[in-house]
């Protein structure tokens, strides 16, 4: 028997894994609108334009949809690596790290997958929790250690990493990120991103940096 050529095996991954991305959009698109509970599998195999027993080749129920959409948003996220190098002086390392964190904060197409997961988080406190603790407090402790090991340098005075690296973030998030999960407004401009984060470190290193003696 004569094996199927490389090629043909690749395309039908590769197909796969658009069906996978068709299905994920549509439940997104249904939780959003339904909420978990009023969302049905066939309704979601609507708004993907799929059948039901295509749906149910890829996930068993709808609680492995949103598991699913979780996982993506973590993986997402997860590939940005933000340089906490500890050896990086604070001047350089706050203001770009606050423009990549708010440039992927507000993404065009990523709240929607925060939306979903703020939706459905009372309903199913695990997921929301296991998002929570493995792409917001995972950097915001990235973030915390860089802090600390600038600090042990004598470049900051903090007392609390955590809070001050809490502060940090929120304060780049200030006028973008609310107006934008909430579809207030589009995702913001690199300039517009630059300005507020130039101000957050700004505001950061006023609090934090040594006094002069």
């Not at 979903?116 to 199913?124: D, F, L």
């Not at 915001?140 to 600390?148: G, K, P, S």
Request: contains cysteine; negative net charge.
């Amino acid at each position: 028997m004569v094996a199927a050529p490389r090629t043909t095996l690749h395309a039908i991954g590769e197909e796969e894994s658009s069906k996978r991305r068709q299905i994920l959009d549509g439940a997104r698109k249904v939780f959003l609108e339904l909420g978990f509970d009023g969302a049905s599998m066939g309704e979601i195999a609507r708004a993907a334009a799929v059948s039901k027993g295509t749906l149910y080749v890829y996930f068993p129920d709808k609680a492995g949809l949103f598991a699913a959409i979780v996982e993506e948003e973590k993986l997402e996220q997860g590939r940005v690596d933000f340089n906490f190098d500890p050896a990086r002086d604070v001047d350089t390392t706050l203001p770009e790290f606050g423009r990549a964190y708010i440039a992927l904060l507000c993404r065009p197409g990523g709240g929607s997958a925060i939306r979903t997961v703020m939706a459905i988080a009372e309903r199913m406190p695990e997921l929301g929790s296991q998002f929570y603790t493995h792409v917001i407090a995972y950097t915001v402790d990235r973030f915390a250690t860089y802090l600390e090991a600038r600090g042990a340098l004598g470049e900051l005075e903090i007392d609390d990493y955590q809070l001050a690296a809490w502060q940090f973030m929120h304060m780049c998030q200030a006028s973008l990120f609310q107006a934008f999960i909430f579809q207030a407004s589009p995702s913001p401009s690199p300039e517009r991103i630059a300005t507020v984060v130039d101000s957050a470190t700004r505001v950061f290193f006023a609090a934090y940096r040594p006094r002069a003696s």
